[in-house]
């Protein structure tokens, strides 16, 4: 995807964060560091110039202070132990993979994101960014945690996600057709976060709402490479709906946290051989096409891995959600209890 030098920048404002507070709601943080780093790293991204977001060597100057702090990248809960270097040569090569969304059907020129095990959101807001900045038009997407959000993220974390304009969404109420269909429907996130974080997007969507949808531009996982069965479940629950699907793997040569048997593909993965471009790509492959993958190609990019797809142009999607029957009354009380309350 070509970097557009003069598209629109986001309304990023730092001077409305206030100091984090250390306990419910604050993520960990007990200084300054929501608006003192996180947020002047997000400006620094939103107006850098092309030749800084496509060189890796001067992203990584300009990703130092933020990739130095302890909620971003340090933490397995924030996005991995891992460095401004590894950080920036991800991103710039994401955004070479990237298609150019203006050139797919059915869209109105966006980038679609999503990011699984989001964490804390401090990483997951920087690729955000970076992505919003280099197609230099609009960003729809979402970050999904296991939690509440305001067990997650800081709330001056989600001043930013708002800013910025992505949503959030719990694990468990997840569905990606159906956030998809959303994102054609409403684009622009629910400004109200945490209210809505429990609730499927079939229940957000008018009722009987039907059309056709673009998928996911870039899905991540924001989460530990150790977790191999969890990274299997987001393949199975992407695979069909992402055209990139990018996870931490470590560094090369043996930090893909591959099974000792998971690299030996069976023949009907024979095919995928020929991708085959690092310790741990053919597992991942094979993984990813039999998850639904169309296709898959693997590329290796700073300790992360980008698996590259191709899932149909536009699929459908028919919203049949049905309100929940409404619970049912309280059983009557005895007549003794109900003489004790008249009294």
Same mark, same amino acid.
């Given at each position: 995807?070509?970097?557009?030098?003069?598209?629109?920048?986001?309304?990023?404002?730092?001077?409305?964060?206030?100091?984090?507070?250390?306990?419910?709601?604050?993520?960990?943080?007990?200084?300054?560091?929501?608006?003192?780093?996180?947020?002047?790293?997000?400006?620094?991204?939103?107006?850098?110039?092309?030749?800084?977001?496509?060189?890796?060597?001067?992203?990584?100057?300009?990703?130092?202070?933020?990739?130095?702090?302890?909620?971003?990248?340090?933490?397995?809960?924030?996005?991995?132990a891992q460095d401004a270097h590894s950080v920036a040569v991800f991103?710039?090569?994401?955004?070479?993979?990237?298609?150019?969304?203006?050139?797919?059907?059915?869209?109105? %020129? +966006? $980038? #679609?994101?999503?990011?699984?095990?989001? /964490?804390? *959101?401090?990483?997951?807001?920087?690729?955000?960014?970076? =992505?919003?900045?280099?197609?230099?038009?609009?960003?729809?997407?979402?970050?999904?945690?296991?939690?509440?959000?305001?067990?997650?993220?800081? %709330? +001056? $974390? #989600?001043?930013?996600?708002?800013?910025? /304009?992505? *949503?959030?969404?719990?694990?468990?109420?997840?569905?990606? =057709?159906?956030?998809?269909?959303?994102?054609?429907?409403?684009?622009?996130?629910?400004?109200?976060?945490?209210?809505?974080?429990?609730?499927?997007?079939?229940?957000?969507?008018?009722?009987?709402?039907? /059309?056709?949808?673009?998928?996911?531009?870039?899905?991540?996982?924001?989460?530990?490479?150790?977790?191999?069965?969890?990274?299997?479940?987001?393949?199975?629950?992407?695979?069909?709906?992402?055209?990139?699907?990018?996870?931490?793997?470590?560094?090369?040569?043996?930090?893909?946290?591959?099974?000792?048997?998971?690299?030996?593909?069976?023949?009907?993965?024979?095919?995928?051989?020929?991708?085959?471009?690092?310790?741990?790509?053919?597992?991942?492959?094979?993984?990813?096409?039999?998850?639904?993958?169309?296709?898959?190609?693997?590329?290796?990019?700073?300790?992360?891995?980008?698996?590259?797809?191709?899932?149909?142009?536009?699929?459908?999607?028919?919203?049949?959600?049905?309100?929940?029957?409404?619970?049912?009354?309280?059983?009557?009380?005895?007549?003794?209890?109900?003489?004790?309350?008249?009294?």
């Amino acid at each position: 995807m070509p970097c557009v030098e003069n598209g629109t920048k986001l309304p990023i404002e730092c001077a409305t964060l206030g100091r984090s507070t250390v306990g419910f709601g604050a993520a960990g943080s007990n200084k300054f560091s929501h608006g003192q780093v996180l947020c002047p790293a997000l400006v620094a991204i939103n107006f850098a110039s092309c030749a800084t977001l496509t060189s890796a060597a001067l992203m990584t100057g300009l990703l130092a202070p933020v990739a130095k702090e302890r909620l971003c990248c340090r933490l397995a809960w924030a996005g991995m132990a891992q460095d401004a270097h590894s950080v920036a040569v991800f991103l710039t090569e994401l955004a070479r993979l990237l298609p150019v969304p203006a050139t797919l059907p059915n869209n109105k %020129g +966006d $980038v #679609r994101f999503v990011a699984t095990h989001a /964490g804390n *959101g401090w990483l997951a807001l920087v690729i955000a960014t970076y =992505l919003r900045r280099v197609h230099g038009s609009a960003l729809h997407g979402l970050l999904v945690e296991d939690g509440k959000s305001e067990w997650v993220q800081a %709330g +001056d $974390v #989600r001043k930013l996600m708002r800013q910025i /304009g992505v *949503g959030y969404r719990k694990t468990s109420a997840f569905e990606p =057709l159906a956030e998809l269909a959303l994102l054609s429907h409403s684009p622009v996130p629910n400004k109200m976060i945490m209210p809505i974080a429990g609730r499927a997007a079939r229940a957000i969507l008018p009722r009987r709402w039907e /059309g056709d949808t673009r998928v996911f531009d870039v899905c991540l996982r924001v989460g530990s490479p150790l977790e191999l069965e969890a990274l299997t479940r987001d393949f199975v629950k992407l695979a069909p709906f992402c055209r990139t699907m990018s996870f931490w793997t470590g560094v090369s040569g043996g930090g893909e946290r591959v099974p000792r048997t998971g690299g030996v593909l069976s023949d009907e993965d024979a095919s995928i051989k020929q991708h085959q471009q690092f310790p741990g790509a053919a597992f991942h492959l094979a993984a990813f096409s039999r998850a639904g993958g169309v296709q898959p190609t693997a590329h290796r990019a700073g300790n992360w891995t980008i698996i590259k797809s191709n899932p149909p142009a536009e699929l459908h999607f028919a919203n049949d959600y049905v309100d929940p029957p409404p619970p049912p009354p309280p059983p009557p009380l005895p007549p003794r209890c109900r003489r004790l309350m008249i009294r």
